[in-house]
């Protein structure tokens, strides 16, 4: 089955730049949508189509794609920034949607 | 505004089938290229999709449960029906049902989704 790569953890500092990463084959043709999610929270989008951030989602959040990897980027983390991220694109035939595994981003 | 909520069962069974339904508000699953769709996530683990119903009725599985599941809409409810047969402990989860908005990608041809909004989930624990 078709996988997207994460980190799993990511800590940065207060005022920080976090960089998530996301890996996969099909990425160089492929968007892919992240999501955040706090705890006991549902998922919520904060970058689309690998660089469009969606209204309402702050300016820190910016995303980028090369190659294989898309990153996700937060400049100037804030200590609500705390959460799991998790990128979500399609399978190698574009057929469905696949979430990769995850990553925690820590606010030291 | 959109809005999903999920219904069904907290507690089931071992081998028993479970039966969740999304209600929502705020679109038409009859408008071109929307979905609902159904995400779960086991305590402490990733996000799992697992199937997708889309304005024209096409269906799409995730290929390790497609055997276990059935997605079925009801347009002049607003509800769509996720079905999962044989339940196990290794399922219980939280389950979540998702607006997906699905944009063909020209560069390559693939399906794009985008699960925009998402219910506030449902858990459900499966043991005897």
């Known amino acids: 089955s078709y996988e997207l790569t994460q980190p799993p953890s990511v800590s940065v500092s207060p005022g920080q730049t976090a960089r998530i990463t996301c890996s996969g084959d099909t990425l160089p043709k492929q968007y892919v949508c992240w999501y955040q999610q706090k705890p006991g929270q549902a998922p919520v989008v904060v970058m689309d189509?690998?660089?469009e951030r969606p209204s309402g989602i702050p300016e820190r959040f910016s995303g980028s794609s090369s190659g294989r990897t898309v990153t996700l980027t937060i400049s100037g983390v804030q200590p609500e920034d705390e959460a799991e991220y998790y990128c979500?694109?399609?399978?190698?035939?574009?057929?469905?949607?696949?979430f990769g595994g995850g990553t925690k981003l820590s606010v030291l | 505004q959109i809005t999903l909520k999920e219904s069904g069962p907290t507690l089931v069974k071992p081998t028993q089938t479970l039966t969740l339904t999304c209600t929502f508000s705020g679109f038409s699953l009859t408008t071109s290229e929307l979905g609902v769709g159904w995400v779960r996530q086991a305590p402490g683990k990733a996000l799992e999709w697992l199937a997708l119903?889309?304005?024209?009725?096409?269906?799409r599985y995730n290929p390790s449960l497609k055997t276990r599941l059935t997605i079925t809409q009801d347009t002049s409810k607003n509800q769509v029906v996720l079905t999962m047969a044989d339940m196990d402990p290794v399922d219980t989860a939280t389950y979540y049902c998702v607006h997906s908005l699905r944009e063909l990608q020209l560069r390559s041809g693939f399906f794009y989704y985008n699960m925009g909004v998402w219910g506030k989930g449902t858990t459900v624990t499966v043991s005897s």
């Open positions: 119903i889309h304005w024209n009725d096409d269906k």
């Open positions: 189509k690998d660089t």
């Open positions: 979500q694109s399609s399978d190698s035939g574009g057929r469905y949607p696949v």
